[in-house]
């Protein structure tokens, strides 16, 4: 059964990192576009990054713009996402996505073939 499950997250101090791991298991996630997005309380949820399938280019939501960086490694069927510089406001529940129909800043949340459960950061002093 396809299944996506995210890790990574936790508490972390301003400034610090977290990377986050988004497996796959039941298909081939590097034939997939694959989302982050992430949701703080009381927000609506909000793309995050993605990386498109093939070339690999990926896209960032101006607010993580030159702190996050996303990746995959297809040998483990698993996309990350190394967040550096972390702030208060990327408290938030992280989810990824496996998308088959395209990778760009701002794609809607809807529409996803596959959605992971989430995991919670919390950056905080």
């Known amino acids: 059964q396809p299944q996506l499950v995210e890790s990574g997250g936790g508490l972390v101090q301003p400034g610090g990192s977290l990377r986050l791991s988004c497996a796959a298991s039941?298909?081939?996630?590097?034939?997939?576009?694959v989302h982050w997005f992430r949701q703080a309380p009381g927000k609506e949820r909000e793309g995050v990054s993605c990386?498109?399938?093939?070339?690999?280019?990926?896209d960032y939501s101006d607010s993580v713009k030159g702190r996050f960086t996303i990746s995959r490694d297809s040998a483990k069927n698993t996309v990350y996402l190394q967040m550096n510089s972390l702030k208060p406001e990327d408290t938030a529940v992280y989810y990824c996505?496996?998308?088959?129909?395209?990778?760009?800043?701002?794609?809607?949340?809807?529409?996803?073939?596959?959605w992971g459960k989430g995991t919670l950061v919390t950056v905080s002093p």
């Open positions: 996505a496996a998308d088959i129909h395209s990778c760009y800043s701002g794609r809607p949340n809807y529409g996803m073939n596959y």
């Open positions: 039941g298909f081939t996630l590097s034939w997939y576009y």
């Open positions: 990386i498109s399938k093939g070339n690999g280019s990926a």
